[in-house]
């Protein structure tokens, strides 16, 4: 998650790979972090089957859902960390 989080944020995969970042957000949000990706999972395999049940038609619509679930509760996780008192990280410039 961090390393996603940090890639997206600085468009920049060598700044994602700052284990410095990667400790401090872990430090600072790794409960709600958890949390959520054990919400995450159980939400998307319930979403999951009852889209199967519609002969697999309503996978994909499951399945976008849950995408945009994880992109939100990885900007929820960031917010936090910069409320915490994390490491903000600059976008690459254009």
């Known amino acids: 998650t961090p390393l996603t989080i940090a890639a997206g944020v600085s468009q920049d995969l060598g700044v994602a790979f700052r284990l410095s970042?990667?400790?401090s957000f872990i430090a600072k949000v790794w409960?709600?972090?958890?949390?959520?990706?054990l919400f995450l999972m159980f939400t998307a395999m319930i979403l999951v089957m009852l889209g199967m049940l519609l002969c697999f038609v309503?996978?994909?619509?499951?399945?976008?859902i849950v995408l945009l679930a994880q992109a939100h509760f990885y900007f929820q996780l960031y917010?936090?960390?910069?409320?915490?008192?994390?490491?903000?990280?600059t976008p690459k410039a254009a």
């Open 21 to 23: 970042w990667m400790k």
């Open 58 to 64: 309503g996978v994909y619509p499951a399945a976008t």
């Open 31 to 37: 409960k709600e972090q958890l949390l959520s990706q």
């Open 79 to 89: 917010r936090l960390f910069l409320a915490r008192g994390g490491e903000p990280l």
